[in-house]
């Protein structure tokens, strides 16, 4: 021993240099561990797969055996039991980061931006020790979408289309640094990937009943303003949210995710706006948003949710052509209405009497709204080489007029739909049928009566889905008296300009005395007709009915019957009333005619007190009334 100390010390440094070089490799060695199986130990050590910023990642809802994603897809699962195991998808992502792919757009880092950022953080992974990656095609989609903030868009209900009676919701992705490109933002839909051979019918069917895949599409928001705003005349609302950039490049990495990712879709609950909810709280993890919408999600209950969560940062309104028109046809003469129209036929009408006796002003507003309109009917129909040349020549006119001559029109804002009544209602009340007294009891699950508070509405707009009456009648007692699936009315005034139709399609049980025997009868009800506005806010409606009933008086079991229906309907400030005359004639000779009043108190946006009576006259003199009076309110 006292012969190391002789040793040249050279030689001792030399041999503690070596030592300390090799305890690295023999501690590593020894132990054997592999930067995977720690970062796998630390996930199972802080539980991450019950954090809530991965369950939402993956799109678990929780429910009574467990966790199961709303994602049909396998593709978006890496574990075998994935779509239903947290623990098990989040592992099988960690091993996956370690799986080298020839192409690296394949790779776990470029397939899955959100998931890997998220473990990243969490696990405080090291970029050195993942294999080196160069996502070419997330990193072009991203360079296109240049964002860092998000609008929420409502364009409002259009009875006309079947997927978007209630509205519909997207997500916008905007450029804080230049409010001016909107147009050019890209826009984020969700909706069911439709087979274009599939009729109304099937479509209804297969969108109620899950028969349609949903999908994220991204494109640019000026094509979704031609859709919405101009070819289907819809209004379009737009929520600008307090998102952070941070939270907004969350939300955004995560769609790229879910590009061409197939989704469960269901119309009433699991749909476009429900989706879109869950982007937010992606973007967001502390709020929850989707909790609540378990039965349904109608859009605009989604608008009030984030408006709740207190994500609204500003509102505006883009009022659709068609409102436009109608608001600068409201404060014109109906002379000028005349030469608006005769101009939007005939170019030579600018050397008519009538034009030239116009002030300047209002010859450049009469030109100006004439080439609006032009625009508006182009929507309606193909393009003609006469309807362009006109166009054109309109055009050059309205240029000719001093730029000084002031003929803007600025739409006031209606109340936002948000703060319209909300969806659902229940009712109370009493009254008399058959000289017989009862108690009703109603509930609705959505969303709104021609008689409602046409606040946040379109007026003359009747949408109900799932309406049900129950009755506790004296000496008869508790029994079902209505039970509506569908009915929907839609009242659109006619004038010079436009020229909608009205139209009624109503199906269910109800109560109905025939042969002195009062029973409950299946029926599905439609029609059509038109609607004329006698002054503002009071119109007249007129429709032709068919009827295919269900009733075992009847001398078939299933018998069709002609009807008619008009009515008055008139809004005012605090109440609306609904004067009917209505009736139906089948093929043996069993008939109703009826007259019914129904009037409306609004006492504040959810709550209203609704007057009801009819008197029905029928086959072989019979006539009797049915008189309530109900308390409703709407959640």
Known sequence: MFHLFRLPCRLILKYLFSVILLLPVTTFAGSAIDPRESLLDKAEEYTLWEKVE????????????????????????????????????????????????????????????????????????????????????????????????????????????????????????????????????????????????????????????????????????????????????????????????????????????????????????????????????????EVELTDEFIVTAIPVDTVRAIDDAKLIESVSYRPARATEIQYILEGISDQQREVVLDLSKDISALDSDAFVRLSPKQQKSTVDLAYKYLRYLNTESSRDPATAKRSHQLLQKLNSYPVEIDISNTVPTPLPPERGHKSKRTSIGLGQRLNNNYAEFGFKMAFHDLEDSKDGFLQGAQINIGSIKVRAEDNVGLRLYQLDFVDIFSLTPKNSFFDPLSWKVYTGFERQLTSNKDQLVYHLSGGAGGTWEIVKNHQFHALAIGRLEINKQLRNLIEPAIGFNTGFLSHFRHTTTHLEFSGEHFEDDIYRLRVQYTQNFVLSTNHSIKLFAKHQWQENDIDFSDINLNYQYYF
């Open 54 to 285: 991965w369950l939402n990642l993956i799109h678990y809802d929780k429910e009574y055996a467990g966790y199961v994603s709303q994602v049909d897809d396998d593709r978006f699962f890496y574990a075998s039991d994935g779509s239903h195991n947290p623990r098990s998808e989040l592992l099988a992502t960690i091993e996956n980061l370690f799986v080298e792919k020839e192409d690296h757009n394949q790779q776990t880092q470029c397939r899955f931006v959100a998931r890997t950022r998220w473990l990243s953080e969490q696990l405080d992974i090291d970029n050195m020790v993942l294999p080196a990656v160069h996502c070419d095609e997330y990193l072009e989609w991203r360079q296109m979408v240049q964002a860092d903030s998000v609008t929420m868009v409502f364009p409002a209900y259009h009875l006309n289309s079947p997927s978007s009676m209630f509205g519909h919701t997207l997500l916008r992705l905007d450029n804080s640094q230049d409010s001016k490109t909107d147009w050019l933002s890209y826009a984020v839909n969700f909706g069911a990937d439709i087979d274009n051979s599939d009729n109304s019918l099937l479509y209804a069917y297969r969108g109620l009943a899950g028969g349609y895949p949903g999908i994220f599409i991204s494109e640019p928001y000026f094509k979704k303003i031609q859709e919405y705003n101009r070819i289907e005349h819809r209004d379009i609302w737009e929520y600008e949210l307090n998102l952070t950039a941070e939270e907004t490049e969350r939300m955004i990495q995560h769609l790229w995710e879910l590009k061409t990712i197939n989704f469960d879709y269901y119309f009433f609950d699991e749909n476009c706006s429900y989706r879109l909810l869950e982007l937010i709280e992606v973007a967001r993890p």
